[in-house]
C-alpha cells in the first residue's frame, strides 16, 4: 500500500500521480489535501509518514511545490528516510543506497512526465541490502 500526501502546490501532480497508479494497478491511501486551498505542508508529511511507520503502508509519496517543506516534516518522523528528488537517477540511488521509504518532489519543479518515471523508479528499485549501505542506515536510525 502507497501512502500519498501533498499540499495546494503538489495537488495538481498529485491528481496525475494517483491516475498512473490506477493505470499501474497499486493500491494507495490518499492522506489529503484533497482540494487547492491553501494549507500546510507539515500536516501531510507527518500523516504519510505515521502511515509507514505504523505499518500501514509500505512507502509514501508527498508533494508540496518544492517537495522540500513536506519531506523535512516528514524526516521528523523516526524511522523515515524521505529523499526529495527531481531526476531518476537520484530516484533510483536514493533506494539502493539509503532504502529510502518516502519519495517526494515539488509540484512547482519537475513536469507531469518526469514526475511519473521518478515515481516509477522508486517503486520498482529494490533496495541494494549492501552491508556498507545497511551500516550507514543503522547510523542514521541511531
Ligand atoms: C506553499 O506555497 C509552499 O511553500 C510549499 O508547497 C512548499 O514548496 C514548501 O516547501
Known sequence: ???????HGGFDLMQEVKKHLEERGLEYKDYGTYSKES???PVYGKAVANAIVSGECDKGILICGTGIGISIAANKVKGIRAA???DTFSA????????ANIIAFGG????????LKIVDTFLDTPFSNGERHKKRIAQIED
Open 1 to 7: 500500500m502507497i501512502a500519498l500526501g501533498c499540499d
Open 39 to 41: 494549507c500546510d505542508y
Open 84 to 86: 526529495v528528488v527531481s
Open 108 to 115: 512547482r519543479v519537475v513536469g507531469v512526465g518526469l514526475a
Open 92 to 99: 533510483q540511488a536514493t533506494r539502493e543506497h539509503n532504502d
